[in-house]
């Protein structure tokens, strides 16, 4: 335990995901013993991060803008729109180069255990993008882990009977792990071999 202002440094570097007290007391040193530029430069990209960024208001990625750069990509096809958790899922994807459609950011995944139900997510969101009819396929994109599979299910069971095309990615993905962590030449080969789902 330390005191003032490095204790209190250290409790919020521990609420970070990831960081446990050890780490968070590393961290807090090396800011300590930095320059401080180099602290200045932090802080102030912190402080930019919440003033700047903000979710696209179609698909729900981080934006500068009210939309995202890729839903305002007229190159992109407008077909297609592959649904994800997280934003990082969308960087992960976007790096295997598959895929050139529209994305939809859940912001999570169905979790009953951590009370979180398809009202918790952009499901709504969704549902209002499919209202023209323009789009033919969803390819969810979900983590392969129990939480992912149970929106995986529910989604499909949802847009099936609505004539979509719901394809789920290939197997090859490491079970019970996050898409994000999946190497580019995995997740670009579960995207090319994605399947049709079964309800
Ligand atoms: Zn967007």
Do not use: W
Not at 87 to 116: C, N, Q, W
Not at 145 to 155: D, K, Q, V
Request: glycine fraction near 10%; include cysteine; aromatic fraction near 4%.
């Amino acid at each position: 335990m330390y005191e003032g202002a490095v204790q209190d440094l250290i409790d919020e570097l521990g609420r970070l995901p990831g960081v446990g007290p050890k780490s968070a007391q590393r961290i807090a040193f090396f800011i300590l013993q930095s320059e401080p530029e180099d602290v200045s430069r932090l802080a102030e990209a912190l402080n930019e991060v919440k003033r700047r960024v903000r979710f696209c208001e179609v698909c729900g990625n981080v934006s500068e803008s009210e939309k995202c750069r890729i839903c305002m990509d007229s190159k992109r096809s407008d077909e297609v729109i592959c649904v994800v958790e997280e934003s990082k899922d969308v960087v992960a994807i976007e790096r295997t180069r598959e895929f050139r459609g529209r994305y939809h950011v859940l912001g999570g995944a169905i979790s009953p255990i951590d009370g979180v139900g398809p009202d918790d997510l952009r499901v709504r969101e969704l549902l209002t993008r499919l209202a023209d009819g323009e789009v033919t396929e969803i390819i969810i994109a979900t983590d392969p882990n129990l939480e992912g599979e149970a929106t995986a299910t529910y989604l499909a069971r949802m847009l099936k009977p609505m004539g979509l095309t719901v394809t789920r990615l290939a197997s090859g993905l490491p079970v019970g792990g996050d898409l994000e962590y999946a190497d580019e030449v995995t997740l670009g080969r579960a995207f090319a071999g994605r399947r049709q789902l079964d309800i």
